[in-house]
């Protein structure tokens, strides 16, 4: 195909995208309730709706075509043996982390480390038979006092996200000098300093994507261990598609003292395979694959609803946003159902509550409570 052809490819499908951004935002909005268009406040979750629309269609068109598509009977061997694993199971205990190099470097006035380290997940033997389960180079940005010991907050991002920039939206210099905390930020797979390293993560492979995610528990779990003989309190929290990942993490690592998850999401092949939809039927194959009931048992072993957290229902904190575009509000309610603990709703969308101070006043009170 030419470069021309291509090009006019990629602006009949922006042009298709942007057409549709303000139908979506709308419908979202009139699919939702408690938004009253003619106010501020209705204005403003306007604005917070059409920009999840936007990071969507920002996904659809910068992602690369999906690859070929993975046989149905090519998960079945791997569901069947996570499926009968379950979570305990298919999580191998991870090897101790051991720093192959730690620089430091500053962005906007705010001191950081990024510490490298090898880390083998030793996933179960179907995937490892795929070629899913090489060790590879794992990434944490680091901001510590040099005292000590101090709570500890291992935070772990959403889709998309995952470079530098990550310490200055999430307000981790708030969190670092303000409330006292070191803060840890593992780079997830397919992210950041690691977008162009095997292995791609998400993508359209369900086998993929579960072993991505196995990936991430195994090197955060490591990351909490390392904290933790510097520690007061371990906090694990994660943002989006950095959810499953923190809750994971909060049933596994018995010693972790309070959880917190922001916009959570649910199934990540199933949420994958709803977002393919605004692709229209050229994808409907993938979306059947990321749907069906085979992958659901692959999946269970990366579900939070399955998960016992460590911490009491009073160190839980789920953060949902009314107006969620990306994750929906489902998971935030079903997981509030199973696990108790805290619920907050912010009122705008998925993206929004990254800016919200109403949110960054809930976490830091979390925090605190925390930390005394």
């Not at 690592?253 to 050229?282: F, K």
Request: positive net charge.
């Amino acid at each position: 195909m030419s470069w021309a052809t291509r090009g006019l490819g990629f602006t009949g499908e922006l042009a298709r995208e942007l057409g549709m951004l303000l139908p979506r935002t709308l419908a979202g909005l009139n699919e939702s309730t408690g938004w009253v268009p003619a106010s501020p406040r209705g204005i403003r979750q306007f604005g917070e709706v059409m920009l999840d629309e936007l990071v969507l269609s920002g996904f659809s068109l910068l992602a690369a075509g999906p690859k070929a598509m993975r046989p149905m009977d090519g998960c079945a061997a791997a569901a069947e043996e996570l499926s009968a694993l379950g979570i305990d199971g298919a999580h191998s205990e991870p090897k101790p982390l051991r720093a192959t190099s730690i620089r430091r470097h500053r962005i906007a006035g705010l001191e950081y480390e990024r510490m490298t380290f090898e880390h083998d997940p030793r996933l179960p033997a179907t995937l490892d038979a795929a070629g899913l389960g090489a060790p590879v180079r794992a990434v944490v940005h680091l901001c510590r006092h040099r005292d000590g010991p101090r709570p500890w907050l291992v935070w772990v991002h959403g889709a998309g996200q995952g470079g530098t920039e990550d310490l200055l939206l999430s307000r981790i210099g708030r969190i670092h000098h303000g409330l006292g905390f070191n803060v840890a930020m593992p780079v997830q797979p397919g992210h950041g300093c690691r977008r162009r390293e095997w292995p791609a993560y998400p993508d359209t492979d369900p086998l993929g994507n579960v072993a991505g995610m196995m990936r991430a528990v195994s090197e955060v779990r490591a990351v909490v261990r390392w904290t933790q003989p510097q520690a007061t309190a371990v906090v694990v929290s994660g943002i989006s598609m950095g959810t499953p990942v923190a809750a994971l993490v909060s049933h596994l690592e018995r010693q972790v003292d309070a959880v917190a998850l922001y916009t959570p999401i649910l199934g990540l092949n199933a949420m994958i395979a709803r977002h393919l939809a605004r692709w229209g039927p050229s994808r409907d194959g993938f979306r059947e694959l990321l749907g069906s009931p085979e992958v659901s048992k692959l999946t269970s072993v990366i579900d939070p609803l399955r998960v016992d957290p460590a911490p009491p229902p009073d160190r839980r904190l789920i953060v949902g946003a009314w107006h969620d575009r990306m994750a929906m509000r489902e998971p935030a309610v079903a997981l509030q159902e199973r696990w108790g603990g805290q619920l907050y709703w912010y009122d705008g969308s998925h993206v929004g509550h990254l800016f919200s101070r109403r949110v960054q006043r809930v976490t830091e009170r979390f925090l605190r409570d925390v930390a005394e």
